[in-house]
């Protein structure tokens, strides 16, 4: 998942909401790009921090039994790994036990998230080799030579593009974030723009109005907050419309945002997609109910686990249970 590192501040200096201040194009173009970027940025965190809080919720209701769980099954490794060294078990019956320690370990690793590596490569069947070709087996159908040329063209072609189009797409985002990094560009235009000698010859209000704001601007490249300069390079100056060089930087501050637009959009959609069989997912009704679910569940598993436990230290009980299970055409516990 992308992370998007704009150094832009939840709220950007409060506007009169009365009427949208004037500005060239680009302005006005710039300030509708950044109040769509900060509002999916403020949803996006609203959305993750609620799911978050809803986890936390559902792991401190079930939290203590899944817990139960995991050390029941964790039990079952000494037996049944003691029971492959015993050498009273048949050949049959070795593959069982290690069909059921490895089934054991991916419960583990799949529904609770812990790390089971070493189990399941230590029991992990080894990989069996490809068959070789027959002599005298008849090769697939091949096409003509000059059908296969030009497959082999069009598929080149293809891969051409497709790099290109990935390449054209990996630099115009890198040099929008760089961009979106870069406060001294920022600074340098609001300099020319508001610099205490441009106000010489006026009266001594607007001097002072003029250094005041040169201060806040310097204090805000010192502190490198993009968002404070942003929020002045777009606002229309007083008394005189902004230059090209100011317009096109911030046209190309408003591209590059809206690009990390269309990635939060993207973002806040799939955050937004309900997580397939999650307990916490849902409404609050079918959260109850599948939690109600849940803790019996885990409450019969680890007793179920604990009756276990006793018979895989019984020899015979354990060929018993094996059996049994072998019956049911069960290769896990």
Request: charged share 25%; with cysteine; net charge positive.
């Amino acid at each position: 998942m992308a992370d998007f590192s704009l150094p832009l501040r939840l709220s950007l200096p409060e506007r009169q909401p009365a009427a949208e201040p004037a500005g060239t194009p680009a302005q006005q173009a710039f300030r509708q790009t950044i109040r769509a970027v900060e509002a999916l940025r403020e949803q996006l965190h609203t959305l993750r921090a609620a799911q978050v809080a809803t986890r936390q919720a559902y792991w401190r209701q079930v939290g203590p039994l899944a817990a139960a769980t995991v050390a029941a099954r964790r039990a079952l490794y000494a037996p049944l790994e003691e029971a492959l060294l015993g050498g009273y078990l048949s050949r049959a019956e070795e593959q069982q036990v290690t069909e059921l320690l490895l089934h054991n370990a991916q419960s583990l690793q799949e529904r609770f998230g812990e790390d089971e590596s070493a189990v399941l490569t230590r029991y992990a069947p080894a990989p069996t080799p490809p068959k070789p070709t027959a002599v005298g087996q008849p090769a697939a159908p091949r096409l003509p030579h000059h059908e296969q040329a030009a497959a082999c063209a069009r598929e080149r072609r293809q891969r051409r593009a497709q790099a290109a189009r990935e390449a054209k797409a990996q630099q115009a985002d890198t040099a929008g974030q760089a961009l979106l990094q870069n406060t001294k560009a920022a600074y340098r235009q609001l300099a020319r723009l508001h610099h205490p000698d441009r106000a010489a010859l006026a009266d001594a209000a607007t001097q002072q109005a003029q250094t005041e704001l040169m201060q806040r601007i310097t204090v805000a490249y010192a502190a490198g907050d993009l968002a404070a300069l942003l929020a002045l390079l777009a606002e229309a100056p007083a008394g005189e419309a902004p230059t090209p060089e100011a317009d096109d930087l911030l046209r190309r501050y408003t591209q590059a945002l809206a690009q990390q637009q269309a990635q939060l959009s993207q973002q806040l959609t799939t955050a937004q997609r309900p997580v397939a069989d999650a307990p916490w997912s849902g409404t609050e009704k079918q959260q109850r109910t599948r939690l109600r679910e849940i803790k019996r569940s885990l409450r019969a598993e680890t007793d179920y686990l604990g009756y276990l436990l006793r018979q895989l230290h019984e020899p015979v009980l354990l060929k018993d249970l094996l059996r049994e299970l072998s019956s049911r055409g069960q290769n896990s516990l």
